[in-house]
């Protein structure tokens, strides 16, 4: 009997001794999230104890934590991102729009048809750029709003490359540029999402035609390794990093109030198909590298 009082009164003890070391452990898994609530710190929440199933609720805790922190940094970097688009998009808009409204009242003013004609040509021009604007706008939110429902296809990557570069040959001719392009004769095909890669074709040239020094080089492989490269001295390794950024463009950085999209586009869309997109500045050149 005494022996049975004896284990009753250890087993008590060893009870009690469990019960305050989960008291403490949840002492500090409190604390340790009060300090994590704010998603602004990285500490990791921990228990001293050897609970196990304690030991469990903090690790999963700590990985919960952690995806709301990720999602958090994105929604912080996306709202900062907005704003400064915001602020480009109002200058670029107030600006032809300004140019619209005085342009206007110097042609109703005016009895000289040439200045009229003059002033109508400037104004059609200024609406034109805010159109164009505002359609990339809208084009830009369908995009980033969901995934479209076009099925992948069996297509060749070569065959669109060399209709896209023949689209732009008009452009070639009038910026002096002849491209260095070499296409492998073996077909490119891949299953893939075709206007997806007509838009990363065109959106490429088009920034290599509006960064490029006067050369081009464009090359894809049979391996379906695609280069586009022309030298580029208005960039830099800092900048480069940060043409694929939604609205980033060397004049937005430089305060000029431009905006830019092709090159996001770009890369969500290389994101949704799963081909490997890279961006480099090697001696002067910038250089964009895409498997498919």
């Known amino acids: 009997m005494k022996y049975l009082l004896l284990i009753s ?10 019960l305050a070391a989960v008291r403490i452990s949840l002492r500090e898994l409190r604390r340790d999230f009060s300090e994590r609530k704010d998603l602004r710190s990285n500490t990791a929440l921990g228990v001293s104890g050897r609970d196990v ?9 700590n990985d919960t934590l952690s995806r709301l922190q990720a999602s958090y940094n994105r929604y912080e970097r996306g709202d900062r991102e907005l704003k ?26 005016t009895d000289d048809p040439e200045l009229k004609k003059k ?16 359609e990339e706008l809208f084009e830009y ?19 669109i490359l060399e209709d896209t570069l023949m689209n732009y040959y ?29 838009r990363i074709f065109s959106n490429l040239i088009g920034n290599a035609l509006k960064y490029s020094d006067g050369d081009l080089e464009i090359s894809l492989s049979e391996k379906g390794h695609l280069r586009i490269a022309n030298s580029a001295a208005a960039l830099n390794n800092v900048e480069t990093e940060k043409l694929f950024d939604r609205f980033f463009t060397v004049e937005s950085a430089r305060n000029s109030g431009a905006h830019g999209l092709g090159l996001s586009i770009v890369k969500i869309f290389t994101q949704r198909m799963g081909t490997p ?16």
């Not at 009164?9 to 469990?18: A, H």
């Not at 688009?85 to 600006?95: G, K, Q």
């Not at 980033?144 to 297509?155: A, K, N, Y």
Request: with cysteine; glycine share 6%.
């Open 9 to 18: 009164v250890i087993i008590n003890i060893i009870v009690l001794i469990k």
């Open 277 to 292: 997109l890279l961006a480099s500045y090697e001696n002067g050149k910038l250089v964009i590298e895409i498997d498919f």
């Open 119 to 134: 002033y109508l040509a400037i104004i059609a021009e200024r609406a034109g750029y805010m159109k164009k604007l505002t």
């Open 170 to 198: 008009p452009m070639f001719k009038e910026r002096g540029i002849d491209p260095k392009v070499s296409i492998s004769e073996e077909g490119v095909e891949r299953k893939l999402i075709r206007s997806y890669v007509e």
């Open 84 to 109: 400064s688009a915001v602020t480009n998009i109002a200058h670029d808009l107030r600006t032809p729009l300004t140019a619209i409204c005085g342009y206007a009242e110097m042609a109703e003013w």
């Open 141 to 159: 939110s369908v995009i980033t709003g969901g995934e479209l429902s076009e099925e992948p296809q069996s297509l060749r990557v070569d065959r």
């Open 53 to 61: 199933q304690l030991r469990a609720l903090a690790s999963d805790m």
